[in-house]
């Protein structure tokens, strides 16, 4: 299933994922810190997205109270729940 997800409070304003049975594919970021956004993608492929959750809720990034990470996990919560409500 694909997901977009408009980001709050960060440098990313979109992140659109595939999920697959509860597992992450296809991330990517719109706007942000390209090379560590790209990077975090790559890390978090093949990923269940629980432990995305659990891994990155709650990363800040300097004095925001979120980051691209954290906005990721929301996304994948947004997603899990579209998810099994289908």
Do not use: P, W
Not at 33 to 42: D, E, F, P, Q, V
Not at 47 to 74: W, Y
């Amino acid at each position: 299933m694909n997901h977009t997800y408009k980001t709050k409070g960060t440098c990313s304003s979109q992140i659109t994922l595939d999920l697959e049975n509860g597992i992450v594919k296809n991330v990517q970021f719109t706007g942000g810190c390209n090379g560590n956004l790209k990077a975090i993608a790559k890390l978090v492929e093949g990923m269940e997205a629980q432990r995305v959750i659990d891994l990155l809720s709650g990363n800040t990034c300097g004095f925001k109270s979120t980051s691209c990470g954290d906005q990721l996990a929301c996304a994948l919560k947004e997603a899990l729940a579209a998810e099994s409500a289908s």
